[in-house]
């Protein structure tokens, strides 16, 4: 079985950094594209970064220029950096793989449990 833990909200001021981790476990043998969502309260949920195996990236125009994802192969483990925050990217972040292989085949659309970010003014 695979699980998706996130790990690294939590409260900053507006102009601060966090740094958010997601680590895939379970039988793995490789892992697809993976990607951060976010849902604000009243919101629906909406991408925020993508990257592929290879390391391609796209972002959510909101977040351009101020978060960096990135990801360790190795370690089937997704990073989100997230500098300049503000107010309005106080959400529950969410950390998706697409696939996921598994000595059984591949499995699709796996999320972890969501992780909080607030930012305060």
């Known amino acids: 079985q695979v699980q998706l833990v996130e790990s690294g909200g939590g409260l900053v001021q507006a102009g601060g950094s966090l740094r958010l981790s997601c680590a895939a476990s379970g039988s793995i043998v490789s892992v697809g594209a993976m990607g951060w969502y976010r849902q604000a309260p009243g919101k629906q949920r909406e991408l925020v970064a993508s990257i592929t195996d290879g390391g391609d990236t796209t972002y959510a125009d909101s977040v351009k220029g101020r978060f960096t994802i990135s990801r360790d192969n190795a370690k089937n483990t997704v990073y989100l950096l997230m500098n300049s925050l503000k107010p309005e990217d106080t959400a529950v972040y969410y950390c998706?793989?697409?696939?996921?292989?598994?000595?059984?085949?591949?499995?699709?659309?796996?999320w972890g449990q969501g992780t909080q970010v607030t930012v305060s003014s």
């Open positions: 998706n793989a697409n696939s996921v292989r598994t000595p059984m085949g591949w499995g699709s659309a796996y």
